[in-house]
């Protein structure tokens, strides 16, 4: 079956440390995406990238970073100089970015990021 | 960019049929509305989406005013399942990142 897997679904982590999160997708789409939720809001995007070895800055991209070295790969890495890290965290993926209609997001299960 | 209005939260019976109303005052001539919706700790799940015409498919309808300020999703024949929270997202053409998400609304079914 096509679709997007994150691992692992829960991850604990300490403050300082630097944490990766997985992504991946078999759906064959160009266009990746990373979101941030907070308890009772939406999502915010963090990282979008349209195609292999590029990605573009969301809204709140500072103490994350990103790479795009396969079609169906997205990490996402959280860094120390995130300053609220704990979150759910979503990636999706559509068939392209820059399309007229349509080109709806899927998404994978998610990873609880928990920083003590 | 358009930003949408709905209410944070609704009750249905099941088997009834469950109307969740967004408003979307500022939405642009080309700018398309869609639904998702997060059933918890999951991660969303597209629905539908409509630009002037109303939309069916299988899991839903859109129906969206004719000055295209407001739209409404139904759920001809809610189940427990469908408890979750969604989402109503006004999106620019051509700017597929740009989905810009509310709160939503919870869409609890009773038995």
């Known amino acids: 079956d096509g679709g997007i897997t994150q691992s692992p679904k829960y991850l604990f982590r300490k403050e300082g440390q630097n944490v990766t999160l997985s992504c991946e997708q078999n759906l064959n789409h160009d266009a990746m995406y990373w979101y941030r939720q907070d308890p009772g809001q939406g999502l915010r995007l963090i990282y979008y990238s349209q195609i292999v070895n590029d990605f573009q800055k969301g809204d709140i991209a500072e103490g994350y970073s990103v790479s795009r070295e396969k079609k169906e790969s997205f990490p996402l890495t959280v860094t120390s100089a995130q300053k609220n890290p704990t979150a759910f965290y979503l990636c999706?993926?559509?068939?392209?970015?820059?399309?007229?209609?349509?080109?709806?997001?899927?998404f994978g299960p998610g990873t609880r990021l928990t920083v003590t | 960019d358009a930003k949408t209005t709905q209410p944070p939260s609704m009750d249905c019976a099941e088997g009834r049929a469950a109307n969740l109303p967004c408003n979307h005052s500022?939405?642009?001539?080309?700018?398309?509305v869609y639904w998702y919706r997060q059933i918890h700790s999951q991660g969303p799940q597209y629905i539908i989406h409509?630009?002037?015409?109303?939309e069916t498919n299988e899991m839903a309808s859109l129906i969206i005013t004719e000055d295209r300020k407001s739209s409404t999703l139904i759920l001809p024949h809610a189940t427990l399942r469908d408890t979750a929270v969604y989402y109503c997202i006004v999106r620019p053409p051509g700017r597929n990142y740009q989905l810009i998400w509310g709160a939503g609304t919870k869409l609890i079914i009773k038995p």
């Open positions: 999706a993926s559509s068939t392209r970015i820059t399309g007229v209609g349509g080109e709806e997001q899927y």
């Open positions: 500022t939405i642009s001539g080309n700018e398309y």
């Open positions: 409509g630009l002037k015409n109303n």
